[in-house]
């Protein structure tokens, strides 16, 4: 089976572990989702945190039971340090520690961001130089990735993430929490030119983006049309309908015009997508079509490993390893910080 490296990420509400080795890909990879926070429409840290400590070590006992292997089969842990929660954070390195000094065994704490982009190398290669774009609840970002650990952040969201968009507009249509695979399953029932939503940024030529006005206009158009937030009723299915097929096309414009002026820019040799974003079956359909014309290969994660999980950290610590990076058990969190190179 050769080397197995155990990934732990809990930087928000998510609580995951996985195994990962350089021959067998994910060998395995459990996620708990919390459900707590959908009664009150979005993630209550202290819960979030609380419910990590519930449910990190059984997690892990599941996994290596699965796997049939102990701790002295580990060569190595990645675990999130951050960006994220502190306190969702501090459960899963305080465990990764643990079990680092328990076991004697190496250490890498990966930002959370890298791990989403590394989500493009689980069970194989990883081809750069590539242009990433990472649209998750936290973060929307265009990344130049010139090598393994060698980033070069082009451009980010100036005020909300895509996903963050995509959820508080789910949240004033009515939808389920999260906000972002329900209004891409209210879409399909939807006109995406029943409303002319703003595409901030669209033209201005450079990497960033603003989705903060947008969900401005869907909530006035949403009070307009009357519909208030849990109300929709049968008449007022259609309306919600449209709003969010309207909005998320207006998201997936903005996201794939700029992506594909990043390509043109770079030229690099592959464009990825990262994060629960790029789950979205419109923006990768939209993204195909407006790169089609460079000539350069699309590639995203399956859908398990654009949203968090473990085996994405599991890889990229993998990677750490290889180049002889390790952290020490002085490591800390941090709650937020830039996407810096290492290699
Ligand atoms: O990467 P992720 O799991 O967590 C963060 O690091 O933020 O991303 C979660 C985000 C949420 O905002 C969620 O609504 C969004 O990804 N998301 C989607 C879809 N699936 C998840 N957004 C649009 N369409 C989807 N199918
Ligand atoms: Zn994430």
New binding site residues.
């Given amino acids: 089976m050769g080397k197995i490296y155990l990934g732990i990420e809990t ?2 509400d ?1 609580t995951s572990c996985a195994l990962y080795s350089a021959e067998g890909g994910v060998l395995v990879h459990r996620t708990a989702a919390q459900l707590d926070h959908a009664r009150f429409g979005g993630v209550v840290p202290e819960i979030a945190s609380r419910s990590h400590m519930k449910t990190l070590l059984p997690l892990y006992e599941t996994v290596m039971e699965e796997a049939g292997i102990g701790l002295r089969d580990l060569s190595g842990i990645g675990v999130t340090n951050g960006p ?1 929660l502190t306190g969702s954070l501090l459960v899963g390195l305080s465990f990764a520690k643990a079990l680092s000094y328990g076991g004697g065994l190496p250490l890498a704490g990966i930002h ?1 961001i890298e791990g ?1 982009i590394m989500a493009n190398a689980i069970g194989g290669g990883f081809t750069t130089p590539a242009v990433v774009l990472v ?5 929307t970002m265009l990344v130049h990735v010139a090598g393994i650990g060698r980033f070069e952040v082009l451009g980010g969201t100036r005020d909300d ?4 968009a ?2 508080k507009i ?1 949240k004033l249509l009515g939808l389920p929490y ?8 209210a879409s399909k029932n939807g006109d995406p030119r029943a409303f002319d939503f703003p595409r901030a940024l669209k033209d201005s030529g450079e990497c960033d983006f603003s989705f903060s006005g947008l969900k401005t206009a869907v909530m006035l158009k949403a009070a307009q049309l009357g519909i208030a937030p849990g109300s929709a009723s049968a008449a007022g299915a259609r309306a919600v309908a449209d709003l969010a097929a309207s909005a ?1 096309e207006a ?1 997936v414009d903005v996201l794939s015009i700029k992506s594909a002026e990043a390509v043109r820019r770079l030229s690099p040799a592959i464009f990825y997508m ?10 990768r359909e939209s993204i195909r079509e407006r790169l089609a014309p460079s000539g350069i290969p699309v590639s995203w994660p399956p ?1 398990e490993y ?4 473990a085996a994405m950290i599991a890889c990229a610590a993998m990677h750490h390893f290889g180049a002889g990076r390790i952290d020490g058990l002085g490591l800390n969190t941090f709650p937020r910080g830039e996407l810096a190179s290492w290699a």
């Fill in positions: 930087s928000c998510d994220g959370h989403h649209v998750s609840g936290g973060h993430a895509a996903g963050e995509f959820d789910g999260p906000g972002g695979p329900a209004v891409e399953k998320q998201i990262a994060g629960g974003v790029a789950a979205n079956g419109r923006l859908v654009c949203t968090d999980n």
